[in-house]
């Protein structure tokens, strides 16, 4: 690594670094804009292969358009619509029918049974990218219905209208996204400087970061079918800049460290990256090997975030570790300014905030850990208030949406389900064995229930629910439909639709948390043993994120239910934010860690985890709020899965960081002492920090 980090800082090849990282930007920047035209946000590139409900999406395109998108549009008026009403209405059917999108023949005009309202379903053909055309289409469907309402109340709902609120909700994702975790870096970044320049070097290697990352993951997406959707491509921005900041901090606080004790700046930061290096390249790999521990979700979206997380953290670790080491020693001390180091100053560190902490924790370490932990374990209770069995429509935004509305008018008008059928595939032969079947299913409206159409070997039937799409009433009309079509003889009968779409997902969703997370922890228990050549330490470090973990999930649990009012949870939303806590939370311990052992090495295990804490508190903390404050930009957007996965993890970031790195692992470091280092020979080693001081010699008394 010395030699490395010499070349990297030497006063000719810095040069040369900034050069290449600018052609290589030059080159990708316009791959890196393509990435939003490679997301692809349908229902399948969501869900399992194997799933039920893909099966029938795969088979059903003989019948339907993958690409058919059916919206609702509901009219209605409270005391009854008029002949006029029922005039205009049918001009609409007549315009809807001359669309360039229909896809077959509206259906409608359908009268409620209370005469106050009517719906209308137009089959819309959008083509492969119909999500993210969704709200142009929806907009224009709107347009066409108001004009000439008259009063009435006009709404278009159904699976158009919802893929038009949520693409409404992910527009403008990425620079939303960017711009708001830009700010929040920038600030914090003049707060931990006090420099009106330095924090523009760490911000600019961050955006370099990004455009790489971003033009990579496109051409993985192009060329090698990776899953990118919006979802991954949002979170993308907010790890790398801060994951990437993150390095930055500890880089720079090693860097302004060593200008203390070296002339020479590009001594200095070659100094810094000799030493700091190995604990950052440490974090970025755990992270790395944390997030490609994701492909083992039988989710495609969740195994898509795998790599294109894994991407992000390698790119801004290699240009946190050359461009931006190339850039400071370029720059010289002066852009430290108005606080630039110099030879022979005070460590600040040694009498600052941390040391002082460590020094009341040295005198009761034992107790301070049992009670920390102990307060920690009582926050875990809150999971219990956690209803992360997946949202409904309703209460997957923030906001009210149109979808939403349009959703409530049609469920007090028509069967809950009007809009959104279920669809069955069977075998032709036993076709109509199959729709009397499905007709005696509770849940489903028995004159709803197509007939069979039949192509070759296989029939297409669709049915509506009695109760909404969305609801868990609807799921469990899923599983009935299930259990009794799949016992009719000789059919092979699939039960697939929007809403067994959504069940599938919730479930194998539920599925990957219990597979994935006993995978990354062992995974990363083996990389710190790597690390750090211990068990001990392993061991009560993965305890430490464990305990961070459910305290985090506890105490947001109870804050989504009693502060925002929020219904529940998805499915997915323990295993990402377990995902992101622990990765990113061992970040944390390995730079704490990583320093503890090379002091203890130098002055023993005691004082080396003092020294440790004074040294790495003040970059930890300030890493802590630059991760927790990206991810909490995430809140912006308005869906709930979003927020709630910005703020747990943000809290968690915090708690990790100010709580549970910096107090809870050092005391436990001071108890346990050099035990921690087992089975390697420092464990061994004795330790010069506990020796008892010499005793001054007494003098002899001489008598007078």
């Known amino acids: 690594m010395s030699k490395v980090a010499g070349w990297i800082t030497h006063r000719y090849a810095k040069f040369v670094v900034i050069a290449f990282w600018l052609v290589v930007v030059a080159l990708l920047g316009p791959l890196a804009g393509k990435l939003t035209s490679a997301q692809d946000n349908d229902a399948k590139s969501w869900l399992p292969g194997d799933a039920e409900s893909t099966e029938v999406i795969d088979v059903a395109s003989t019948f339907v358009s993958e690409n058919t998108i059916p919206a609702v549009i509901v009219y209605d008026r409270p005391g009854g619509l008029t002949q006029d009403d029922l005039s ?31 719906q209308v379903i137009v089959p819309l053909d959008l083509g492969k990218d119909g999500w993210d055309l969704a709200a142009d289409a929806v907009a224009d469907l709107r347009a066409t219905a108001e004009d000439g309402a008259n009063g009435m109340g006009v709404y278009v709902t159904g699976p158009a209208g919802q893929a038009a609120d949520s693409s409404a909700a992910f527009e403008g994702i990425d620079g939303t996204l960017l711009y708001a975790a830009g700010a929040v870096v920038i600030v914090i970044l003049l707060l931990t400087y006090r420099s009106p320049v330095l924090w ?3 911000v600019v290697s961050a955006v370099v970061a990004l455009t790489v990352a971003q033009a990579v993951i496109y051409v993985l997406a192009d060329r090698y079918d990776l899953t990118v959707n919006a979802q991954s491509a949002g979170i993308l921005t907010v790890l790398v ?12 606080a090693r860097y302004r460290e060593e200008l203390r004790h070296h002339t020479d700046r590009h001594e200095a930061m070659a100094v810094a990256l000799h030493r700091a290096g190995p604990a950052i390249i440490a974090s970025g790999a755990t992270v790395t090997v944390g997030m490609l521990c994701l492909l083992f979700a039988t989710m495609n979206s969740t195994a898509g975030l795998g790599p294109v997380a894994a991407v992000g953290i390698v790119v801004a670790l290699a240009v946190m570790t050359t461009l931006l080491p190339a850039l400071l020693v370029t720059c010289g001390r002066w852009v430290f300014w108005p606080r630039a180091p110099h030879v022979g100053d005070r460590e600040p560190t040694e009498n600052g905030f941390w040391a002082r902490v460590g020094g009341r924790i040295e005198k009761r370490p034992r107790g301070t850990w049992i009670v920390t932990a102990g307060i920690l374990l009582v926050a875990c209770v809150g999971i219990a208030q956690l209803n992360a069995v997946g949202l409904s429509n309703e209460d997957s935004f923030t906001t009210t949406q149109p979808s939403i509305e349009g959703e409530k008018v049609l469920s007090a008008h028509f069967a809950g389900g009007a809009g959104t059928p279920v669809v069955v595939i069977a075998n032709a032969d036993e076709a109509d064995a199959v729709a009397t079947a499905f007709k005696g299913v509770d849940g489903i409206e028995p004159s709803s ?21 969305d609801s868990q009433a609807a799921y469990a009309t899923v599983d009935r439909a299930r259990d009794e079509l799949h016992a009719v003889p000789d059919a092979d009968a699939k039960v697939g639709g929007a809403t067994a779409t959504n069940l599938d997902v919730q479930r194998a969703a539920a599925y990957d948390s219990k597979i994935i997370i006993p995978i990354i922890l062992v995974a990363v228990f083996v990389i710190l043993m790597i690390l750090l050549r211990a068990i001990v330490a392993p061991l009560v470090l993965v305890g430490t994120v464990v305990l961070s973990f459910g305290a985090a999930i506890g105490v947001s649990a109870l804050i989504f239910r009693h502060v925002f009012g929020y219904a529940g949870a998805d499915t997915s939303f323990p295993l990402f934010v377990f995902v992101f806590l622990v990765a990113l939370g061992i970040d944390y311990n390995i730079f704490l860690m990583t320093r503890v052992r090379e002091e203890a090495i130098r002055v023993g295990h005691h004082r080396g985890s003092l020294v440790g804490l004074a040294a790495t508190g003040g970059v930890i903390t300030s890493a802590g709020l630059v991760l927790a404050g990206t991810f909490a930009v995430l809140g912006t957007l308005p869906l709930v899965s979003f927020a709630e996965i910005g703020f747990a993890v943000a809290f968690g970031v915090l708690l990790d960081t100010i709580i549970v790195r910096s107090v809870l692992v050092t005391a436990l470091n001071l108890d346990i002492g050099k035990t921690m280092w087992w089975p390697s020979a420092l464990a061994k080693r004795p330790d010069p920090s506990l020796a008892p001081a010499a005793k001054e010699p007494e003098q002899e008394v001489v008598p007078a």
């Open 88 to 118: 205009a209405i049918q001009a609409d059917v007549a315009e809807f029918s001359s669309l360039d999108t229909l896809d077959g023949e509206v259906i409608g005009p359908v009268p409620s049974e209370d005469g106050e309202a009517v």
């Open 200 to 202: 523009l070097l760490p």
């Open 241 to 252: 800049f801060g994951a990437g900041t993150d390095y930055a901090l500890l880089l720079v």
């Open 449 to 469: 229930v197509s007939e069979p159409v039949v192509k070759g070997d296989l029939a297409y039937i669709e049915g509506t629910l009695t109760s909404a799409p």
